[in-house]
């Protein structure tokens, strides 16, 4: 268009256009030229801005560039940070059914703990209740050795009493001849013989009741004895087990029972401890990588 212009300037302007045309025609082709001409000042103008705006567009891709990388790495950084948001709720749900199995185990525990207490506080209760048996029947042989101390002090007290009075005899009769005055003498012989004779039968009958009583001593020192044997022999050694019958079958039966209950029990225990500690070490390293985590988000957001 801007060479037809050209053109038709040139004809215009011309001396043979302009000696062919009329006043009219020139008058039209110059109006309609001048529209041209206008039309090409206005599209150079146009061209103009065009050329600033591509110019400006440039500078402005040229800024925008660096910020078209950072909205990259930035994009990068949020689908990094929704990866990191997703793990940490997984680990955080991960966390929370640890931390609740942890619990139950914990519970669990407890409760094996008081049954362990309870089995172990009635199998001690048992334990006592059989050894309260032989000791009962030591209580027993220890009354009757204090029965029988008794009994030998009395009898002691009674032999020394016998013999106190056998020395009285014994002095009297050796001292009743020399004594008599007054009379005649066989006066003093019969009633020397007879008070002889009245001290002899006593001596007899205190010799007697000595012999008597040395025996009862006898016996009670051999049943003391025999009871001290049997007392050495009950404590040193376990008390012979009792004739078995229902109830001492079963109570054995139940002791085993308890005992492997009991067992069973810290094997149990045991391995729940055991358990524990590894969730606890698991739930240790959770939290730590939370933190690790918790630590590049926040590093993320500061970006």
Same mark, same amino acid.
């Given at each position: 268009?801007? /060479? ?6 040139? $004809? ?34 146009? !061209? ?7 110019? *400006?567009?440039?500078?402005? /891709? ?41 619990? $139950? ?19 001690k ?14 209580? %027993?042989?220890?009354?009757?050795? !204090? ?27 050796s001292? *009743? ?9 066989? #006066?003093?012989?019969?009633?020397a013989?007879?008070? #002889? ?8 009958? /205190?010799? #007697? ?11 009670e ?5 025999? $009871?001290e ?5 009950? /404590?040193?050694?376990?008390?012979? *087990? ?19 209950? %009991? ?22 390293d ?12 926040? $590093?993320v957001?500061?970006?």
């Amino acid at each position: 268009m801007a /060479v037809d212009l050209v053109l038709m300037d040139k $004809a215009l302007n011309g001396r043979e256009g302009r000696e062919k045309m009329g006043e009219r025609e020139r008058t039209v082709w110059e109006r309609v030229l001048k529209g041209w001409r206008e039309e090409c000042r206005a599209q150079s103008e146009k !061209d103009q801005r065009l050329k600033k705006e591509i110019e *400006t567009l440039r500078s402005r /891709v040229a800024e925008l560039e660096p910020l078209a990388k950072r909205a990259d790495e930035y994009a990068d950084a949020q689908d990094e940070l929704s990866t990191l948001r997703a793990r940490l709720a997984e680990s955080e749900d991960k966390r929370v059914e640890l931390e609740t199995e942890t619990n $139950a185990l914990r519970e669990e525990k407890k409760r094996w703990e008081e049954e362990r207490e309870k089995v172990a506080e009635r199998e001690k209760r048992e334990r006592k209740e059989k050894d309260a048996k032989p000791s009962r029947r030591v209580a %027993l042989l220890l009354e009757d050795l !204090d029965k029988s101390n008794l009994a030998r002090a009395s009898l002691q007290s009674r032999l020394d009493s016998a013999l106190s009075e056998l020395s009285e005899a014994r002095s009297a009769l050796s001292t *009743t001849p020399t004594k008599a005055k007054g009379g005649s003498e066989e #006066r003093e012989r019969e009633v020397a013989e007879a008070d #002889r004779l009245i001290l002899e039968g006593r001596l007899e009958g /205190v010799e #007697r009741e000595k012999r008597e009583l040395e025996e009862r001593l006898r016996a009670e020192m051999e049943r003391r004895k025999k $009871a001290e044997e049997d007392v050495k022999m009950r /404590v040193s050694t376990p008390a012979p *087990t009792p004739t078995p019958s229902a109830t001492t079958a079963n109570g054995e039966k139940d002791g085993d029972k308890l005992r492997a209950e %009991l067992r069973q029990n810290k094997l149990v225990i045991e391995r729940l401890a055991g358990k524990v500690k590894e969730l606890n070490k698991e739930v240790s390293d959770r939290r730590d990588e939370n933190a690790e985590l918790l630590s590049r988000l926040a $590093a993320v957001d500061a970006v």
